[in-house]
């Protein structure tokens, strides 16, 4: 079983929500710091929003505001609220443990009218 699984990505209109989850499975996941990254098309894999085992969280500047990282430790998984989604946050979303190094396979987020 992989230990990072991610669910929730998919096609939304300009405007739209998804929640994105990772759940972790063989990790010690309630003392983890976990992060979302999202890569475009020809960019760069980019951190979008990160959480400590204590629940503090950072975003970057292009979706504070919009995305709110949680986690729910007693289901050993982590969620990206997306709202008010743009065009140009559509990218493949990866969930990441930061303690192991481990990443999920990747979830497609598509936003378009």
């Known amino acids: 079983q992989e230990p990072l699984v991610e669910s929730g990505g998919g096609w939304v209109e300009p405007g739209g929500s998804l929640r994105l989850s990772c759940e972790a499975s063989?990790?010690?996941?309630?003392?983890?710091?976990m992060g979302w990254y999202r890569q475009a098309p020809g960019k760069q894999r980019e951190l979008v929003a990160s959480?400590?085992?204590?629940?503090?969280?950072t975003y970057a500047d292009s979706v504070k505001g919009r995305f709110t990282i949680s986690r729910d430790n007693a289901k050993n998984t982590v969620y990206l609220q997306m709202n008010s989604l743009k065009p140009e946050d559509t990218a493949v979303y990866y969930c990441?443990?930061?303690?192991?190094?481990?990443w999920g396979q990747g979830t497609q987020v598509t936003v378009s009218s």
């Open positions: 990441r443990c930061f303690a192991y190094d481990y």
């Open positions: 063989g990790i010690m996941f309630s003392r983890a710091r």
């Open positions: 959480i400590t085992s204590g629940g503090d969280s």
